[in-house]
């Protein structure tokens, strides 16, 4: 793990968390995908992607509970949902009970786990397959640092308005590229058309 600050606890996974099983017992509810972009609402109507032949058999998910694709620890993650609806029975999902606590800062804690593979080294299974697992076991006794409230608040903090600024930096690239794309497009297509006479430029390149 290394150094943490020596005020800071190491609390054990089971001792923060409620991992839960609600079947939903009957269809009808929206269905959550668990993906590397956070949990997203699964369009079954199309009859595209991966559907289940029996949605009434899957757990419900309320919203504040995390759930967690453990089924495969190289494609799966991690997230806090902010919707209520049922996902697969396979997942994992629990509830964070402690009262001195900020779930922000366990879910970017447990989706470095994810990012830097620490839950990987910590699978079991046929990784080739796409079959290796976090077992139950290891997760509930999965330790992590266990700072003061005041101070899970701060770095949840610290790390959304950072986040929200690279993302927002992201965007911006993006969009220029494509202005730069389109721009690109634009040029090509009156050249080849002869919209801009490029003879001279040949010339001066001859």
């Known amino acids: 793990m290394g150094n943490i600050p020596e005020h800071w606890v190491i609390k054990r996974v089971k001792h923060l968390f409620e991992i839960r099983k609600r079947i939903a017992g009957k269809e009808g509810y929206q269905v959550l995908s668990i993906t590397q972009q956070g949990i997203k609402i699964k369009d079954t109507e199309s009859g595209e992607g991966q559907l289940a032949m029996d949605y009434s058999k899957y757990q419900f998910v309320k919203v504040g509970d995390f759930a967690m694709n453990h089924m495969d620890l190289l494609t799966g993650y991690v997230d806090l949902s902010g919707e209520f609806g049922v996902t697969s029975p396979d997942y994992r999902v ?21 990012k830097l593979k620490i839950f990987f080294a910590l699978g079991q299974g046929v990784a080739n397959v796409g079959r290796w697992r976090l077992q139950t076991e290891v997760f509930s006794n999965f330790l992590i640092p266990y700072p003061p409230m005041n101070e899970q608040k701060e770095i949840v903090d610290f790390l959304d308005g950072k986040i929200e600024r690279i993302d927002a930096l992201v965007a911006e690239t993006k969009n220029s590229i494509e202005l730069l794309k389109e721009h690109s497009t634009a040029l090509i297509s009156a050249a080849v058309t002869g919209k801009i006479d490029v003879r001279h430029l040949v010339k001066d390149a001859a």
Request: hydrophobic content about 35%; aromatic content about 24%.
């Open 94 to 114: 629990f509830t964070l009970t402690d009262k001195n606590s900020v779930d922000r800062y366990y879910l970017y804690l447990m989706q470095m786990g994810y």
